[in-house]
Every structure is written in structure tokens, then in C-alpha cells.
DNA sequence: GGATTTACTCTGTAATTCAGAGTTTATTAC
DNA sequence: GTAATAAACTCTGAATTACAGAGTAAATCC
């Protein structure tokens, strides 16, 4: 059986993540607002993302406060693109063939 | 941004939740088994997932010692299920109409 | 120029995760 | 029959994680 990265494999992270990969990039606000956590949480799961390179930060100098952009980095990309197909082996997530069995009666229609 | 159920979304709990909703039901060694883990972590999380009702137990009474099988709940194949649901709409996960947005170039091909 | 807001960062507490030691019941060796 | 081994858990405590709210610094409003 295969192990789900532990770093991605977190409620929050996740959303981090999917988030990050869907925008593009966003700011600790749009985060904040987005994923409906608080500053504290949200900065230490960025924080842990960005010691493991999973995601990066870029400096905006604007009009008003500097602000801080983040990304995923390719590392953290692939890293998420792993996770996923480490995901669809697990469990029966509509690209069927890669379950290793589809339960039951149920599958993944409800 | 939906939530992901912070009881499934753990590591060993998916696996285990996984492992369970493919295999019907399971020993305790088998569990310890296929999951490659120890005791102690493996009864703390069974033992959380017994206590939302996501696992039943029942006794088995065969020659040589009892042992105890493991299973799902309805209730935890229904939260299963939900939580794949969830991590559809997060993902892109081969399931694609689900997901909110699919990424850049990248899509899930790999 | 004092009050507010924005954009974080720090700190401490609560909860979680985990490994290994302990317990109980059965089986095997003698 | 009993000592040693094994199976099937359960308990304990330490380490790590997750989280909220308080704190800080810079900009904007009045």
C-alpha cells in the first residue's frame, strides 16, 4: 500500500494546495479568506509548505503595503500530482482503473 | 471551499477506511499487516474511528483465540464517500466535470 | 498625528500521532 | 503440567502538530 504524503495529506494543506495549483498564486488575504482560516493557522501550514519547497513566495511592491505572493513551487507541484495518483490508487475516484478494486455494490455512484 | 472530514483525511485513517471499504472487513494483524504499522498507532486510530461510529467490530470466536474483524459502518462508508466527493470537487481527479477549475497546462495527465 | 486597517508573525495550549512496553489468552516443546 | 513462545490486542507517555488569539510594523484615513 502505498503512503500518502504526510505534508499534503492534511485538511487544510490540501486546500493550500488544490488552491495554490487552481490560481496560480494568491496572497496571504486571498488565502485567508478563501480556505476561512486564521492567521496563525494559515501561516504555520504555509510555513511548513515553504520548508519542504512545496511552495514558494514573491515580494509585491505596490501601490500601499508590500505584499507577499504564493505559489506552488514545481517541487510542490509534483508533489500534489503524486499525491493525487497516490490518491486514485487508493480509493475509487472516477478514473476507475487505477482503483486497485471498486467496492462493493456502491462504487462511486450515489 | 468545502471541508475535508478531519477524521478521514489522516494518512493511515484513509488507508484505513480504504482498506476496509475494499476488503469488507479485516483482522487486526491483517490490518497491521497491509498497512505496515505499529500496534499502538494502529488501535489508537481504529479506536477513533470506533468512536464516531465510522468502524464496527465483532467478536470471532473461531479454534484458537478470539479475534476481532473490523468493518465499516454505513455511517462510515456514507462519510466515505462524502469525503471522496470532496476531494473531487478539490482535485482533479480523473472524475474531471467535478473539479472547481482544472489546473494549468497540467491537467492530470502525467 | 492618533486611530484603524492590513499583512503578517509569535507564543502557548490543546489535541494528535506514534512507538514500544504491558497484558491476556492460547499453543508448542519438553 | 509447565515453561517458553506467540497472537491479539491495550496502555502510557513523549514528540509533534494544529490552532487561536495576541503582538508588531507599516500604511492609510481623518
Redesign the pocket.
Known sequence: MEALD?LLH???RTQLAAFLAGAGEA???ELKRNLQ?????L???LK?LIAADYVSLRRIEG??????SYSLTPTGLDALQRYIKALQKLLPLGDRDAAEGTWNGQATAG
Chains 1, 2 share one sequence.
Open positions: 504526510p492534511q485538511p487544510l496572497s496571504f488575504t482560516v486564521s492567521d496563525g493557522n501561516e504555520s501550514h511548513k501601490p500601499g503595503r508590500a505584499q507577499t
